[in-house]
């Protein structure tokens, strides 16, 4: 995945990184201001435009190649480092390697080290997880109860709906013959 020779290439000076959009260039505030496909190698977003400044450059530069933008994303990312660093995903710790340690910085694969999620030290990373699934826990535990509780009222209404049926059903008399 070529999201370093992208960067390289173009002298970005954004942050960029990969997520499931693909290769995305932007900023703390708007991450995918600029988003390349990692399958076909083009531009798939390009928010606010027109841009001017550095974005401006950045999609001039691609727009002008589009074969070159491709063979950079399928290119094989070269780095000068590999510092091993940790984040989770529920309750498996994982180690990336990086070139540089913390936030905007991102992982080999393209991941953005925000300051909560990713450390060198892989028990601090450990403790994050632990207290992350507390809060899932206490987070679902609650969802359950209003979910059950929810429930609980509408089986009552259906319950007095049902009643209110049978007793228009079978308690029914005819105008009149009262």
Same mark, same amino acid.
């Given at each position: 995945m070529g999201w370093k020779a992208v960067l390289d290439h173009y002298r970005i000076e954004h942050d960029v990184q990969v997520t499931s959009q693909g290769i995305?260039?932007? +900023? @703390?505030?708007?991450?995918d201001i600029i988003v390349i496909s990692l399958d076909r190698g083009e531009i798939v977003r390009r928010w606010g435009e027109p841009h001017s400044g550095k974005l401006g450059r950045y999609l001039q530069e691609m727009d002008a190649? @589009? +074969?070159? =933008?491709a063979e950079l994303v399928a290119a094989d990312d070269v780095f000068e480092r590999s510092i091993p660093v940790y984040t989770y995903e529920g309750a498996d710790i994982i180690e990336k390697q990086c070139e540089a340690l913390g936030w905007p910085n991102v992982t080999h694969d393209g991941c953005m080290q925000f300051e909560n999620t990713f450390s060198p030290d892989p028990g601090l990373v450990r403790t994050w $997880?632990?207290?992350?699934?507390?809060?899932?826990v206490r987070w679902m535990?609650? $969802?359950?109860?209003? $979910?059950?509780?929810? =429930? $609980?009222?509408?089986?009552?209404r259906l319950a007095r709906r049902?009643?209110? =049926? +049978?007793?228009l059903v079978d308690g029914f008399i005819p105008a009149g013959e009262v």
């Open positions: 995305c260039i932007g +900023s @703390p505030y708007i991450h190649d @589009p +074969s070159k =933008l $997880a632990i207290d992350n699934a507390k809060a899932g535990r609650e $969802a359950v109860e209003d $979910a059950e509780k929810a =429930l $609980a009222e509408k089986r009552e049902e009643d209110d =049926l +049978s007793r």
